[in-house]
């Protein structure tokens, strides 16, 4: 019997090795396909001359940026709209009006606004990570057993103590979750404004492999583009389960 | 007995002295733990047999090899003569979870339904079965109601009738009125009793309530458990129909009650 | 619907166009230069103008076309090759942890894949769109599909129910909660690349459409297309929600 590990990469495994057997075949000859193996060596040479690094760089910057100033503002108002209702009930309108927007919408208008690079692209990212951070924050103070609302009543607490001791300790995991799902978008959103139109980051870096006729190139990019996707999300989920035990991630699952 | 229904009990029961359930030497071997071992029993048709245990004595598993879910490791178990080798469409299974063996997006209706599609029946004479089964079980108006608006003993009530539907022979049922409060519990048991006597089926019923057992059956087995083997056979000869009060008081209910106490006492030490 | 709910609902309202109104005055006040930020009745006047004679309706449905026809492209792709995987534990085993691994892939990153194959045509567009909007709806049905509940599986070989009967009678109707879900995220990516590739390829669409108001400084018709995408965003999850509504008006009401 294969062990359950091993099972997981046959599949790729024998993918690559067929894909690599057919394009020796045929002596492969396109714009939009190379062997595995060419596409391993341009991303060790792309590697060695330092482009992917520094397109890594780029993107990681404005996504992190992007959250950041996204993930405050929507935690501020999400925690806002989750402790007090009157407020969350009155904002219901406007929110359910602008969130639908998609991020990418408001590209040209960014564009002319600050012109190319970093800064229209951490904007872009910031609107996109406001909605997800502060829908969920909401939720998470929302979601507080109101049993330890009782408690911090009858132990007095005063309201900056009650924020700070019971709310908010209460409402980390999931807050941490929404920053989680956030930083997974923002990622996606910087490459897609550097697809698009910006010329910074792995995002620029896999359109010009395209438009340089550099199928091998450009599918290194888009393999590594899918590492640095797959190690955010993982790293996220280690700390998460470092951080919060196993319960944070079992109610995640419901 | 009149000559008419002398016949058509025995068209019922081509063979009344041949068992209906027949276990032969079954062992079952489950993740490398023997979870019964060398059990033999037989059921007559119509009979109403009772097992009971304690905990992990293998009576679950020994219904669900009745029911043809489980493969025994050696051994036999044979209906009417031939090998369970699969589930049969005439034997009906009553889980105990029964949130989880009723159809949540269907309605009480489309539930008892369910049993009368795969069975073939025409959509046009499914609405009148349908109508019967669940006046019988105590759910006339009920028909358009989901799982999920039902109380836990109307839902178990709402699977019996599932399984009546499917015209069963036999009637394996898993602690069945295990989740439920008990003057549920008692309501359903008395109901459950009817419903057999009407259908004339065989039951085999798991139950871990000793007096639910003797309360309902013709005949109790009780199960010794790590690995399950029968440890005790009781014949119970109390009067039919049976009565929440009055059986319940008879002294002979208590005797049998007091035997199967101890028996399980001394199992569990 | 409560008088509480309507009067909550109103005051809502009231607060909406209280920042409407804010809109307004700050471009009254020019406090930032039209050219970036029309006001409200410019980017009004312009939805009209662009409806009543101009294009905005032939964008509009240009992004529409491209999203509806990538959409049903992966609805249909998505849940059946879902329910193929999602049935099967071996095929479980082998598929799920490679597409755990893809799951984090922006999926954008497939564009200069898809016009190196295609060229900046509408074929390009309509395979990143549905190469997109595949992954919420498979990932979704897979999970749906593995998550039936066993005891059904049992009832269903009591009543010896055939293969086909047990996929569409309990396999799907118990996904179909993933499932709606998975298409629900399918339309918001959808809309996205929808309007990235109208964007990058000049295809006939609301994203071209901001990209030339941008380029040629015209505020306001860009606010009424930014608006309009808003719409569609709007609108597509609205009746996504009622679909589910109907559909799934079993379920114990949870959420």
């Known amino acids: 019997m294969i062990p359950e590990r091993a099972k997981a990469f046959l599949l790729p495994v024998a993918v690559l090795v067929l894909l690599e057997i057919w394009a020796r075949a045929i002596h492969l000859q396109s714009d939009s396909l190379a062997p595995p193996s060419a596409v391993a060596i341009a991303l060790v040479e792309a590697f060695k001359d330092g482009s992917v690094l520094t397109a890594t760089r780029d993107t990681l910057i404005s996504a992190f940026a992007g959250l950041a100033i996204g993930g405050a503002v929507g935690l501020a108002f999400g925690i806002a709209l989750g402790i007090f209702r009157i407020f969350d009930r009155l904002m219901e309108v406007t929110i359910e009006s602008i969130r639908p927007i998609p991020s990418i919408a408001l590209l040209p208008i960014a564009l002319i606004a600050l012109g190319f690079g970093y800064r229209m692209e951490i904007v872009i990212v910031a609107f996109a990570c406001v909605w997800p951070i502060l829908i969920l924050s909401r939720a998470a103070i929302g979601g507080i057993e109101p049993r330890l609302i009782e408690v911090s009543r009858a132990l007095r607490l005063s309201p900056a103590d009650r924020v700070r001791k019971i709310i908010i300790p209460a409402a980390l995991p999931r807050i941490f979750l929404a920053f989680r799902l956030a930083a997974g978008i923002a990622l996606i959103v910087a490459v897609t404004v550097e697809i698009a139109i910006n010329p910074i980051g792995l995002g620029a870096a896999i359109m010009t492999a395209q438009q340089a006729l550099r199928p091998d190139l450009m599918l290194a990019y888009l393999l590594w583009i899918g590492v640095i996707g797959y190690l955010l999300n993982t790293g996220l989920v280690v700390a998460q389960r470092h951080l919060f035990g196993r319960a944070a991630l079992v109610r995640e699952a419901t | 007995m009149s000559r008419t229904a002398a016949a058509s009990q025995r068209a019922r029961f081509p063979d009344p002295e041949r068992p209906q359930i027949a276990f032969t030497d079954v062992t079952l071997d489950l993740g490398g733990k023997t979870i019964i071992e060398n059990i033999s029993l037989d059921v007559k048709p119509g009979e109403f047999l009772c097992i009971i245990g304690a905990s992990g004595c293998g009576k679950t598993t020994a219904l669900r090899l009745a029911a043809g879910l489980y493969q025994p490791t050696s051994g036999t178990v044979t209906f009417d003569g031939k090998p369970m080798l699969m589930p049969r469409r005439d034997i009906a299974i009553v889980f105990q979870d029964y949130g989880k063996a009723l159809l949540p997006w269907r309605t009480a209706a489309g539930n008892v339904s369910l049993a009368l599609e795969a069975s073939g029946m025409p959509s046009s004479l499914r609405a009148a079965r349908i109508d019967e089964l669940l006046k019988k079980v105590g759910l006339p108006s009920h028909a358009g109601k989901y799982p999920a608006e039902m109380s836990g003993g109307m839902q178990q009530r709402l699977q019996i009738a599932r399984c009546l539907a499917q015209e069963p022979k036999a009637l394996l049922m898993d602690e069945p009125f295990g989740a439920l409060d008990a003057m549920t519990r008692q309501g359903l048991q008395d109901e459950v009793l009817s419903l057999v006597e009407a259908s004339k089926a065989t039951v085999i019923f798991v139950t871990h309530d000793l007096e639910e057992a003797i309360y309902l059956g013709d005949r109790v087995i009780g199960l010794l458990p790590h690995p399950g083997r029968i440890g005790i056979e009781l014949r119970i000869d109390l009067p039919r129909p049976r009565d929440q009060l009055t059986t319940r008081e008879d002294p002979e209910f208590l005797r049998l009650r007091r035997e199967l106490f101890d028996f399980i006492k001394a199992s569990e030490a | ?255």
């Open chain 3, 1 to 255: 619907m409560n008088r509480s709910v309507l009067i909550w609902r109103a005051a809502s309202f009231l607060v909406a166009a209280g920042f409407v109104a804010l809109w307004q005055m700050i471009a009254n006040l020019r406090l930032v230069s039209p050219v970036f930020l029309p006001g409200p009745d410019r980017a009004w006047a312009s939805l009209v103008r662009g409806f009543s004679g101009g294009d905005l309706w032939s964008k509009l449905l240009g992004t529409l076309e491209h999203m509806a026809y990538g959409w049903l492209v992966a609805s249909i792709a998505g849940i059946a090759l879902g329910a193929a995987i999602g049935s099967s534990r071996t095929m479980r085993s082998y598929v799920a942890p490679s597409l755990e691994f893809l799951r984090p892939l922006p999926v954008s990153a497939i564009i200069p894949v898809a016009i190196a194959m295609f060229g900046l045509t509408q074929g390009m567009a309509l395979f990143v769109i549905a190469f997109g909007a595949i992954w919420p709806m498979l990932l979704a049905t897979i999970h749906g599909f593995a998550a039936v509940e066993p005891r059904l599986y049992e009832v269903a070989r009591s009543l010896h129910m055939s293969r086909l009967a047990v996929i569409f009678k309990i396999a799907l109707p118990s996904a179909s909660p993933d499932i709606l879900s998975g298409m629900r995220l399918s339309l918001t990516v959808a809309l996205i690349l929808s309007v990235v590739c109208e964007i990058l390829a000049g295809l006939d669409g609301l994203g071209h459409w901001i990209l030339l108001s941008a380029r040629s400084f015209r505020s306001a018709d860009l606010f009424a297309g930014v608006i309009l995408l808003g719409v569609i965003g709007y609108l597509t999850a609205l009746a996504m929600s009622m679909v589910e509504r109907r559909l799934l008006k079993w379920r114990p009401g949870d959420r």
